[in-house]
């Protein structure tokens, strides 16, 4: 099985077409200009020792030292073995709460982008567990189905705004519901992580966090806010044009409801996380993923890959070298053989 490590540089390819382009306009200029200077029988009588074929020979050889190059740039790799891998973890989805009142600045730099990094920094305390991401305000979807693989998800996550949602609210439940659903049916631990300011909550969190604890679901919260809470940023063209008022002019003002995330926490076997700085906010909770029993849930069969690129180095090398040793002059022998076979023709 063959792969490229490197296939961004495929487009350095262009370069051959581009290096031929260049090298018959320099052939054709060389020849008119000796055409201007005398005719053919006086140029070969002022120049014998000046061979028609080794500037198209040589170009060859550095036209393959390039095209060998270019393919150990982008690092050729061979399946050379197949081996088991057998991953043990637990299973843990993350429901971000992306409600407009997300984007309050009473946290820095806002609510929405301290959660994410918190996730982030989530991801990179991970190893083989698999993760999954729903996204809620008035209603829920799951953006990332379970995976390892945590460069989507970190790419996803980059992503990530309060426009994914045009209803607005912080439906919790459906989050919890969406959650329960979204879990495999295998005998693996499975944690639940609500980021969210809590504020509005829609329907009925508590009970679904309940329902979820009896399936084995573990409910960790993580307040994101004050408690004396911050004004909602409105924005036009990604330009900041004012702050959210209620229906007689008042700036709303959104603040964390640390007591309704607690007692989903405590209804899902969990803790209530009060966020803190990007870096510490989930401290308490990685010590407590790393304590939860990891089981087996995947066994996938690989191919080992080994690097190829030193091959076509040396067969750079090898093209150049013979290129350096390959002189300007006709080889007598060969010019006898080419002016033979002209004799015959004519």
């Known amino acids: 099985m063959l792969k490229f490590e490197n296939e961004i540089f495929v487009y350095l390819f262009a370069l051959v077409p581009l290096f031929v382009a260049l090298f018959l306009m320099f052939s054709m200029k060389k020849k008119k ?5 005398a005719d053919k029988d006086l140029i070969e009588r002022l120049l014998p020792s000046r061979s028609r074929f080794k500037p198209a020979y040589k170009f060859i050889l550095l036209s393959l030292a390039l095209l060998s190059l270019i393919i150990a740039i982008m690092n050729p790799k061979i399946g050379t073995r197949m081996e088991e ?5 637990i299973e843990i989805i993350i429901a971000l709460d992306i409600s407009n009142s997300m984007m309050a600045e009473d946290i820095k730099p806002n609510r929405l982008e301290r959660a994410k990094q918190s996730v982030i920094n989530l991801l990179a305390n991970l190893y083989g567990d698999r993760i999954g991401i729903i996204l809620f305000a008035g209603e829920s979807f799951l953006q990332l189905p379970l995976t390892t693989d945590y460069s989507t998800a970190k790419l996803l996550i980059s992503t990530i705004s309060t426009d994914l949602i045009p209803s607005q609210g912080t439906a919790i439940g459906s989050a919890i519901e969406m959650a329960m659903g979204s879990f495999s049916e295998t005998e693996t631990n499975k944690v639940l992580i609500i980021i969210t300011d809590g504020e509005n909550h829609e329907d009925d969190a508590l009970g679904k966090a309940k329902d979820a604890s009896e399936k084995g679901i573990y409910i960790n919260t993580i307040g994101m806010g004050s408690e004396d809470g911050g004004p909602i940023p409105e924005y036009e063209s990604n330009r900041r044009i004012g702050w959210k008022k209620d229906k007689s002019g008042n700036v709303v003002m959104t603040k964390l409801d640390p007591g309704m995330l607690s007692q989903i926490a405590s209804a899902g076997n969990g803790k209530f996380i009060r966020s803190g700085s990007a870096s510490t906010d989930l401290k308490i909770l990685i010590d407590d993923l790393e304590r939860i029993e990891k089981t087996e849930f995947e066994s996938k ?7 190829q690129f030193q091959y076509f180095i040396a067969l750079a090398l090898f ?6 040793l390959t002189s300007n002059k006709r080889n007598k022998w060969v010019w006898n053989l080419v002016k ?7």
Request: aromatic share 16%; hydrophobic share 45%.
């Open 33 to 37: 200009s000796l055409s201007a200077f």
């Open 340 to 346: 033979f076979a002209e004799g015959k023709k004519s």
């Open 301 to 307: 069969v690989f191919a080992d890959y080994e690097d």
């Open 319 to 324: 093209f150049l070298i013979i290129d350096m």
């Open 85 to 89: 891998v057998k991953r043990e973890g």
